[in-house]
Each structure stands twice: as C-alpha cells, then as structure tokens.
C-alpha cells in the first residue's frame, strides 16, 4: 500500500519538479518529495485514507479531506496544483472514468426541477456567506484583469464594462441575463449604458438581494430579476448575455438552452456566452459533482460552437480568459481564509475543509489544469453592420 | 418545366425582396421578379441549361453559365447574393445531398501526391494571371480593413501586421509558415519583425516568385520558401502560422496537419491559423470542388477547435473576419473585370466566366451565405505568461 502510493508520489513529483512537499504516512514515517523546503506538509491520518485517494481519485482524497482524515499544512493552493496536473487525468482514462463519464451524464439531466434544487444547493448557503468572500458587488463569475495590480472590485466593474462593450450596449436597448445572479450585470448595464434588462435565476437568495440592490439604486424601472427557469423566459431582445451559468445547463439541455437564446434574440442581435470550458473531453470530477455543483456540466468547446451553429448563431468573437479565472480563484481563496473564523460560525468544519478545496482545485484547475473561461460574442443569423475591428473594446 | 422554375424564382425573390432581377426565359418570354429596376438579366439560351440548375443546383447553373448558354447582363454579385441565400441550401438537404457530402469526402482524401496536383491546378495559373487582380504583395487570402476607404494594398499589409501582432512576434525568433503562397507573410515579418522563418507551398511559382522577391529584398539569410508537402516540413519554431491553406487539408487530413502544427511548434509557443470555415454543416458546393478547388474541404469551426484539443493546442482567441474577406473578394473581382480583356488574351471565354463565378461567389457567400473567415491563436500547451487582454494588438 505505501509503496504505491510512494510511486503514484514519485510520478507526480517527477512532473512537478518546481514543487516540494512532505508527505506523513500513517505510521508515522515521513518523507519529503522534490528539492527545497517543503510547500506543504499532507499528513495520512489512517491507511484507509491512501486507500481512498488510490481507488478514488478527487472524490476520495476529497471526501478523507473533508472528514479530517487527512490534513494539509502549508500552501494548499500547492497541492490543488500538484493534482491539476493533466497527466493524472490521462492515467486515469480507464473503465472507471468512463464510468464516470456515464455517470456525469446522468446526474446532469437537468429537468426545471432537478435544476431549481441544484441551483439553490449551491447559490442559497446564504447571502451572508458569500459577501465574506465576494467583492461589494456580489460578483460570482471570473473578474477581468487589466492589471495583476487590480483589486478585485475593479476587476469585476472591468469585467461587465468588457462585456456591454463587447455586446455594443445602447441607450434604451433591452437585454436579457440568463443566470443573472445577484444583479451585477444588469446593474452595471443599466447604471452606465443605460439599458432595459430583465434576469433569472433559481436563487431565490439572489433575487431576493438584487431585487433590493436594484431598488437601492433608484434602478426598478429599468432592470428587474425573476426567479424563472431559462426554459420559461420570453419576450424579445436587443442584446443578450449570461455569465456563468450556462456551466449548470448540462450537456442534453446545450441545445434547448441556444434555442432559447436564439428566440429572445432579435435577428442580427448580438449576444454573449461567458462560460467554463475546456478544448478537451476529461474524466468528470466526480467530488465537485457530488459536493459542490451537483447537475454541473462544463461544456468543450467544439460543443459549443456546434450547437451555435446548429441553431443559427454565429460566432463572432472568441476570448479565452483562463488566467483571469485563476486569479479571481485565487483571490476569493484568500478572502476566504482570512474569514474563515465567520464561515465556522456559520457552518461546520466539513464545509470549511469543503470550500476551502473547491475554491483552491477550481483556481489549479484555471492556472495548470484543462478548464477555460470563454467569451463568446454571436450574432443571431448575420449581422453585416458591425464595426470592422474589434478595435472599440479597446479605446 | 417553365412552371417549375417560375416557382423557385418566385420563392427566392420572396426571400430576397431587395432584389429585382429579369428573367429572359428560351421561348422568347420574359419576366421581372422583385419590385423596382432588374440589377440584372439572365438570359437562358435553352430549356436544357434551366433543367440543370433545377437537377444538379450549382454546379447546374456553373457549367451552363461557363458553357454560354446562360448569359448574364448587369450585376453579376447581385445573381450571386440570390445564390447565396441559405434557404436555398436547406432546400437541397436531401438524398442527394448527403450523397454530395460522401463524393466530396472521397474527394478530399488529399495525399501527398493528390495535394501536389491540386494545389498545382488552382495557383499554377501563371503569375501573370494573379497579378492582373491581386494587390502588389501578391497576398491571395483575406484581407483586413481598418476602413471601407482602404485600398485591397494597405489592408493586406493591416491583415500581416494584425497577424505578427496577434502572435506576439519579437526579434529573431523563428516562424513557420504553412501554405505560405507568394510569401506576403513571411517577408513582412522579415522586413518589420527581423523574424527568421521558412513557408512551404506545392506551387512551384509560388516557390519561384517567392524566392526571388526575397532576395530582391534581401531577405535571403532570414526567411526562405520551399516546396514542400506540410507533412514533411521539420524542425521547432517559435511561432507558426498558416494562412489559407487549410481550407486545402480536407476533413480526413485534420488531425495530421494539427499533429504537425503541434511538432513544429515549442511548448507554450504560439500559432495562428487564419481559415475559411463555417459554423454548420451545408451540402458541399460541387461547382467549386470540381472548377475551382479541387480537393477543397471547407472545415466547421467545432472540428477546428475539438482537432486543437485533441491535439494539446489550446485556443486562445477566435475572430470572424467574415466581412473582411467579401470586401476583399469584391475588390478582386472588380480588378478582374477591369483587366478581363487581359484574362481573355490568357485563357478563353470559359475560364473567363469560370473566374467570374468564382470570385462573386465567393464574395456573395461570405456576405449573405454560410462562409466565415476565422483568424485562430493558440498556444502548444499552456502559456501562462501571455498578457493579460489584447489591448496589445490595437495600441
């Protein structure tokens, strides 16, 4: 058992060379992998742990993490690091994973139900919880960086101003926001551009914030948020946009979620899918599945744009903002830590181990692994009108 | 018969209301479709050349228009925008249809010594001949506009510089060339980059013309073309480009040319694919793949990104220079009919016609039809120290 897992050790050392670790077996044994001082020390509980790990991948080091029976001190953003690597997944495309794969897919057959009780597992832990680690304007999706400097408060402004340039936004436009969260996009649309804007969310939490935000800002003649599953939205639009939530539609529903777009958009409107990707199909995380996103699905890149094309959207612009994803990640980590003390009083240790290594493995994921952030810009069937150059996001 | 085809110019009229066009039918007859002033009359010299068009479409139409007995007075690009209309194409989506896809696949299975003829057949037609209607750089792909007002000369020079802009090109460092026609490419990035770099093409006037203006720029110790097939070009280069070429590869021969792609480039290194593609899959267009491109395969876009996937290329950033290339295709026609007089003294009256059906279209496909123009970056792998937007490429 320990020998093996000393190899698997070994192996993953060999292609992290640039990461030293030590690890304590549960026989009190120790042992330190790589050259230097150790980034991080992972202590084994119990034999039953390696076990896990071994038979388990993610979801077994995840749930022995969880319960205490394996402790990380030091760099924890190091170890999501070390199990980011690519080639672990490859070693692991055997039987199992396409089991998984199976799995993966069923779990994410996302019926109007099955979708609402998803949405609320993972958005409804309170809006208290959130704000200890989000920034001022509840932004939940990856922020945009013009600098490494940025906070992340103007990472996030930067990121919609990104977008209502991208999308072209116009005085008096309409726009839709499927997965509008707590408002962010719609307030900042309307705020600065000046638009119309109807969102949805099945977070009752969210609307119930970005109705009173909205309110606060003298803004309820302009944007409002319903709770309303995508399927159900109608109405006809200027512009479109949805940020971060097409990552829970589920591969089944990809098509019944762009022909939705495609009906809410006026013809030659433009649109703009901000999603987790990858160019790649890779095993599921099976741990993130059951504990954190149940019914998530992230999409590969070719599915996208085929479903685009299938149903009449164009595609017009495509921005992979990856690194932006791992810094947002690794930002809301700190925060995170630094009130980790307020998340113990409001839930148990299993939910702080939990978190702690969703928002550390979702940052590895964005800065070593295979996720993506993508920007889409379409257009609904062609648009001949646009400016030539992509010149005026720019200026 | 004459029922039959009032009924399909009937209905593409109604799709096409902006049109108003003269029909002069065999027995002397004639009709105007459309509101207003004809932008053209077609004159059909026998009732057999409009039974082909309603059997084999556009290769129907091709042929009997090459042939003369069809003639065509006034605005040819208008005739062709009414062939573009995408109606037309899901009309055909039948037997065969899908019957034209296999022929076209077996068509496209593009061997090293298939390749050499075709790409042979389409640029070996004489130097002269491309530089009666090509600008002085000999650039034969899509250009880039900043503006309308732009002549065809300067945005070929916008669309190299966009290029070693989006690649990031620095002193010195080496470029790889795939399909790199009369060299535009590689000698402006010698002359304003100091690259060094080698392009290939299966032209030998492509290789000759080439070579020769490298030296009469004296160029000769930085850059270098030669004949070769892409899957045999060697080495590791710091940069790749191919621009246009890939529309040559066909279906079967993607992933050999990304596999290539992937050899030639450094780890972390980026590319630049610059292609004809289209978001969705359309029945083939048999008057081209049989007069124009012979072994041309237009690639979908998700087969593009899901082929990088597969191969470790990771998409960065896509743009849709759809419009660009109908501008540029415009030009060129206009140039060509400017020196047809030239043209005829060259080849006869069908070629003629040929080219000129070609090249309107084209045009009429990217400005109303299915075609795109999808300028790709990628990085072999990941690269994590890109910068952060693309501010880089318009400053």
Same mark, same amino acid.
């Given at each position: 058992?320990?020998?093996?897992? !000393?190899? &698997?050790?070994? %192996?993953?050392?060999?292609?992290?060379?640039? +990461? *030293?670790?030590?690890?304590?077996?549960?026989? @009190? /044994?120790?042992?330190?992998?790589?050259?230097?001082?150790?980034?991080?020390?992972?202590?084994?509980?119990?034999?039953?742990?390696?076990?896990?790990?071994?038979?388990?991948?993610?979801?077994?080091?995840?749930?022995?993490?969880?319960?205490?029976?394996?402790?990380?001190?030091?760099?924890?953003?190091?170890?999501?690091?070390?199990?980011?690597?690519?080639?672990?997944?490859?070693?692991?495309?055997?039987?199992?994973?396409?089991?998984?794969?199976?799995?993966?897919?069923?779990?994410?057959?996302?019926?109007?139900?099955?979708?609402?009780?998803?949405?609320?597992?993972?958005?409804?832990?309170?809006?208290?919880?959130?704000?200890?680690?989000?920034?001022?304007?509840?932004?939940?999706?990856?922020?945009?960086?013009?600098?490494?400097? !940025?906070? &992340?408060?103007? %990472?996030?402004?930067?990121?919609?101003?990104? +977008? *209502?340039?991208?999308?072209?936004?116009?005085? @008096? /436009?309409?726009?839709?926001?499927?997965?509008?969260?707590?408002?962010?996009?719609?307030?900042?649309?309307?705020?600065?551009?000046?638009?119309?804007?109807?969102?949805?969310?099945?977070?009752?939490?969210?609307?119930?914030?970005?109705?009173?935000?909205?309110?606060?800002?003298?803004?309820?003649?302009?944007?409002?948020?319903?709770?309303?599953?995508?399927?159900?939205?109608?109405?006809?639009?200027?512009?479109?946009?949805?940020?971060?939530?097409?990552?829970?539609?589920?591969?089944?529903?990809?098509?019944?979620?762009?022909?939705?777009?495609?009906?809410?958009?006026?013809?030659?409107?433009?649109?703009?899918?901000?999603?987790?990707?990858?160019?790649?199909?890779?095993?599921?995380?099976?741990?993130?599945?059951?504990?954190?996103?149940?019914?998530?699905?992230?999409?590969?890149?070719?599915?996208?744009?085929?479903?685009?094309?299938?149903?009449?959207?164009?595609?017009?612009?495509?921005?992979?903002?990856?690194?932006?994803?791992?810094?947002?990640?690794?930002?809301?980590?700190?925060?995170?830590?630094?009130?980790?003390?307020?998340?113990?009083?409001?839930?148990?240790?299993?939910?702080?181990?939990?978190?702690?290594?969703?928002?550390?493995?979702?940052?590895?994921?964005?800065?070593?692994?295979?996720?993506?952030?993508?920007?889409?810009?379409?257009?609904?069937?062609?648009?001949?009108?646009?400016?030539?150059?992509?010149?005026?996001?720019?200026?």
């Amino acid at each position: 058992m320990k020998a093996m897992l !000393d190899k &698997l050790l070994l %192996a993953l050392s060999k292609i992290n060379s640039d +990461i *030293c670790f030590e690890i304590r077996f549960w026989d @009190g /044994e120790s042992k330190t992998y790589g050259e230097g001082k150790p980034a991080f020390v992972l202590t084994f509980g119990s034999e039953r742990a390696a076990k896990r790990i071994l038979r388990d991948g993610a979801l077994g080091f995840g749930e022995e993490y969880m319960d205490g029976n394996i402790n990380v001190d030091g760099d924890f953003s190091e170890l999501m690091h070390l199990g980011a690597t690519p080639t672990i997944e490859d070693i692991k495309l055997s039987l199992p994973t396409k089991l998984g794969f199976l799995l993966q897919h069923l779990r994410t057959l996302n019926s109007a139900s099955r979708s609402a009780k998803n949405i609320s597992y993972h958005y409804d832990r309170g809006n208290d919880f959130y704000k200890l680690w989000l920034d001022e304007s509840m932004t939940y999706s990856c922020a945009y960086f013009h600098s490494e400097n !940025d906070t &992340l408060e103007k %990472a996030q402004q930067q990121k919609y101003e990104h +977008i *209502c340039r991208k999308l072209q936004l116009k005085k @008096g /436009e309409t726009l839709a926001d499927i997965g509008c969260g707590w408002g962010g996009m719609l307030i900042y649309a309307a705020k600065h551009y000046g638009i119309k804007g109807v969102g949805c969310t099945l977070s009752r939490a969210q609307v119930d914030y970005g109705q009173q935000k909205i309110r606060a800002e003298g803004l309820e003649d302009q944007v409002s948020i319903i709770y309303q599953d995508y399927r159900k939205l109608t109405g006809t639009f200027d512009k479109f946009v949805s940020i971060g939530m097409f990552e829970h539609v589920g591969k089944n529903y990809i098509p019944t979620f762009l022909a939705k777009v495609h009906s809410l958009l006026k013809p030659s409107g433009l649109g703009l899918l901000h999603t987790i990707g990858k160019e790649k199909a890779t095993p599921p995380d099976a741990w993130t599945l059951k504990y954190i996103f149940p019914g998530g699905y992230i999409p590969i890149l070719d599915e996208i744009v085929r479903g685009m094309g299938k149903t009449g959207l164009v595609p017009n612009d495509m921005e992979n903002l990856r690194i932006h994803y791992a810094m947002t990640l690794e930002e809301w980590s700190k925060r995170y830590e630094a009130n980790v003390a307020a998340v113990r009083k409001m839930f148990d240790e299993r939910f702080v181990r939990m978190w702690r290594m969703f928002l550390n493995g979702s940052a590895a994921g964005f800065r070593y692994g295979t996720t993506r952030l993508y920007q889409i810009v379409f257009t609904n069937g062609l648009n001949n009108s646009l400016p030539l150059t992509r010149q005026y996001i720019y200026s």
